[in-house]
């Protein structure tokens, strides 16, 4: 159980265009999803907290109007970078906090979205 | 100031050592803590959360003194199949279940060598 799924599993695109990516739980419903990026040989960093139903808290230094995310389910929340530049280029992870868990809030990662901008 | 901080490595040990893991964290009002594993170029996979008391999972054991704001993770008769990079990862729970991102080490690098 707690499975969490993404959609694409990578992509390449141009500088200037737009770029969804899809964030499943597959088996679980998902009031809180998180999105979070990875640059080589960094840590994963936190860039916005997905809540079902209402907008994304971003994290500080995280554009929201680039990086629009959708949390329309308690199954899905999407991350769509807009007017993708190469500087974008990371690795875009996902996770979603199961409704009703522990107190130990834990999280399962989804597979991760490798993103390239030429 | 990092919020948490690990040594990077890489850490090259013989296949059946033990070898053992240290991270800091900055933030006192952190109250839940977790290794994670992550393989490269994968997401990372929760391999235990961390207790007050330490906990233990097989060959590996994971310790907390929140005094210190200190966590290990020693695992004991390594295998080839134990290197990856060790994230060592906080989060804050706030009151109410309002849940908030986790906040992950850089990692440590890992090598068991046959």
């Known amino acids: 159980g707690a499975v969490v799924s993404q959609h694409p599993s990578w992509v390449i695109c141009k500088s200037g265009t737009s770029v969804k990516i899809e964030c499943r739980s597959l088996d679980f419903q998902a009031t809180t999803m998180f999105w979070y990026r990875q640059f080589p040989k960094q840590s994963l960093m936190l860039m916005a907290t997905?809540?079902?139903?209402?907008?994304?808290?971003?994290e500080q230094g995280v554009e929201k109007d680039k990086f629009l995310i959708n949390h329309a389910s308690l199954t899905l929340s999407t991350l769509t970078v807009t007017s993708a530049h190469p500087e974008d280029s990371s690795f875009y992870i996902c996770?979603?906090?199961?409704?009703?868990?522990?107190?130990?809030?834990?999280?399962?990662f989804g597979p991760g979205t490798r993103l390239t901008v030429l | 100031r990092k919020e948490v901080e690990q040594d990077p490595g890489p850490f090259n040990v013989p296949e059946g050592a033990t070898v053992a893991f240290n991270c800091t964290y900055s933030n006192s009002a952190s109250q839940s803590f977790f290794w994670y594993r992550q393989d490269c170029r994968k997401e990372p996979k929760l391999l235990m959360s961390?207790?007050?008391s330490g906990n233990e999972d097989g060959r590996f054991t994971a310790q907390l003194n929140r005094a210190s704001q200190y966590i290990s993770l020693l695992i004991r008769d390594s295998k080839l199949s134990d290197s990856a990079t060790y994230l060592c990862?906080?989060?804050?729970?706030?009151?109410?279940?309002?849940?908030?991102?986790?906040?992950f080490g850089k990692g440590t690098h890992l090598i068991i060598q046959p």
């Open positions: 997905s809540n079902e139903g209402s907008k994304a808290t971003y």
């Open positions: 990862v906080v989060n804050i729970d706030y009151p109410g279940g309002g849940a908030d991102g986790l906040t």
């Open positions: 961390v207790y007050s």
């Open positions: 996770s979603a906090r199961l409704r009703g868990g522990s107190s130990y809030n834990e999280q399962f």
